[in-house]
């Protein structure tokens, strides 16, 4: 609640105002459903405040859509054309990252990709961040599944640490994923575990539109 | 995934169509963060898929406002303006409902109450969700908040339990709220716990627009 009492005041030599203004490094991990989901719930947030969204998904295919990313199509239209919220971009892996991609590219070649390749184009994306981070280009960042080259040793966790440790400005991100590893948690202001305790897949239920994408 | 085969297929004999399109009760409990911006976050992918959204707060202050209620105030707008995504509806407790209340009334006489008068609305609230999803009249219901009232025994989980159950047609629910009764986690079909690992409060810090409301 923003009226709350923070239970400690720390001795950190920073005024409340400082503190509350600190940028926030967040961490959905766990294997239950709702990491992705509540990452963008945060970017919503974040674009009604007015903040520069960017979501970078670290999936393996560019036709993987999920209807979060329609949505900030429209929430981003709604910032150009009228002034409301914050700018939205939204960017995926998988055929190469759009920035990278001079002209699109038809679907079928977007898709599949060695190891190889997914491994060069997740440290692609994340060397574009990373440079985004400097230039303080936008306001809250979404890399969404982005434990997963942590995890696969494509990325250096110590490089991605040291990174947003230093990252200037009031810039949050917010990382998804299952298996983060424990620098980035240790680096993290804000990490919560997502636990399945029942899902409809269990039962048999295949996934449907408007609730699994 | 949308792709991925359920690992069982039950002997319910329900088509696999039957099973996709069952609707879901979901529930989102525990003390970590993101119950409710992982609800507001799947409203997002229901709006986005023409689903019919309502959210019920069951927040004791009409004046506490989440940036997702504005956010989806754009969105509505951009349904009912441009046919975009679904229809959207967003109520609160605290000093009446929006349905109960005839006129506005100013801001002041919306906030306190004591807990009788916060007993009585919860249970208005829920006697207005039961008719609604008799009536069918939205696709995709976020309860937010609502276990508090079933653990403080304001509402009867029991007679949630039933209405729930008996629900027609394919109406969603999304629950959330810490300590979730034992027969709601029961009758869910997905329940994801949100454990708090760490958060920047724990370190003096307050919350901050754009990522806390």
Known sequence: ?????????????????????????????GVGKGKSTAAFGMALRAWNAGLNVAVFQFVKSAKWKVGEESAFAELGRLHAERGIGGAVEWHKMGGGWSWARPARPSAQSRTGGSDADHAGEAREGWAEIARRLAEQRHDFYVLDEFTYPLKWGWIAVEDVVEVLRARPGRQHVVITGRDAPQPLLDAADLVTEMTKIRHPMDAGRKGQRGIEW
Chains 1, 2 share one sequence.
């Open 1 to 29: 609640m923003p009226q709350g009492r923070p239970p400690v005041v720390p001795e950190d030599g920073l005024t409340t105002r400082a503190r509350r203004t600190a940028p926030v490094l967040a961490v959905h991990t």
